[in-house]
């Protein structure tokens, strides 16, 4: 995610807006075709595989609570629609989607003539492409697309093997007011963001699967130098392997899909 020109009320001094948020998308690309460096061990799942990237966010100046305008990048939508449709186009094998938004049964309640996602997945179907989607980290039902029965949804687990559902590896303050165990707390109380992986939940999709569970939490791979996806997570090149290597962990099922 390059600096790119600003407004007047992101303006760096120069010119332009530097990202907040950045490495997210080197993260998952890392996981999927890393290659070795410095005599490092650590490689993708497919070292050698090529890589089709489709940039899918929007740049947004936007208010923070402190006062400061920022730059934000946000997911568009009728993007990541046009680059699985393209991706399919080229000749892409596998898309690897590690996003998601809490909708159930999004192409079987509303008809597929009217939705531009739910005529993009059978599209790629068709040209024979994998289509790979993370569950989501709110310790809820599928996300979609993960939920889509077309698409392979995939999970979370931790280092131990088993299902990741907890954060505490992360500070206690964030613990008490985002990671409490909804257990705890009872149906009528909407914490955990960020915490867990998603779920096959039986009464949320007739179709939904949850196919494979694969490492999420503190996941190792590329990032950008220097720069921090999301510092209150955890996720950024300080905290791995020294500062401004180009390294860093990060946690979440966008990591497992990958993989």
Not at 94 to 116: K, T
Not at 137 to 157: H, Y
Not at 195 to 209: E, I, K, L, V, W
Request: charged share 15%; glycine share 12%.
């Amino acid at each position: 995610m390059r600096p790119v020109p600003a407004d007047s009320g992101c303006d760096d001094g120069q010119g332009l807006i530097q990202p907040t948020f950045a490495g997210h998308g080197t993260h998952v690309a890392g996981l999927v075709a890393g290659r070795e460096m410095n005599g490092s061990n650590d490689t993708g799942a497919c070292k050698n595989c090529g890589l089709m990237v489709w940039r899918v966010s929007e740049t947004r100046c936007v208010q923070t609570t402190a006062g400061p305008r920022v730059f934000s990048g946000i997911a568009d939508e009728s993007r990541l629609i046009a680059a699985l449709v393209h991706l399919g186009d080229i000749g892409a094998q596998i898309v690897n989607m590690s996003f998601g938004s809490p909708i159930q049964n999004r192409c079987v309640n509303q008809p597929a003539q009217s939705d531009a996602y739910c005529l993009a997945i059978p599209a790629a179907e068709l040209r024979g492409v994998m289509m790979v989607s993370s569950s989501g980290n709110d310790r809820v039902a599928l996300n979609f697309p993960a939920e889509d029965p077309r698409v392979v949804a995939v999970g979370g687990i931790k280092e131990s093997g088993a299902f990741w559902e907890d954060r505490l590896d992360l500070s206690p303050l964030f613990l008490q007011w985002g990671c409490v165990n909804p257990a705890l707390l009872g149906p009528w109380v909407n914490w955990g963001a960020e915490c867990g992986s998603n779920y096959f939940a039986p009464d949320s999709s007739p179709t939904a699967r949850q196919e494979s569970v694969l490492p999420s939490l503190d996941v190792f791979s590329t990032i950008y130098t220097g720069r921090d996806w999301n510092p209150l997570l955890e996720c950024e090149d300080t905290f791995a392997g020294g500062s401004n290597d180009g390294y860093g962990l990060c946690t979440g099922t966008s990591m497992s899909a990958p993989i």
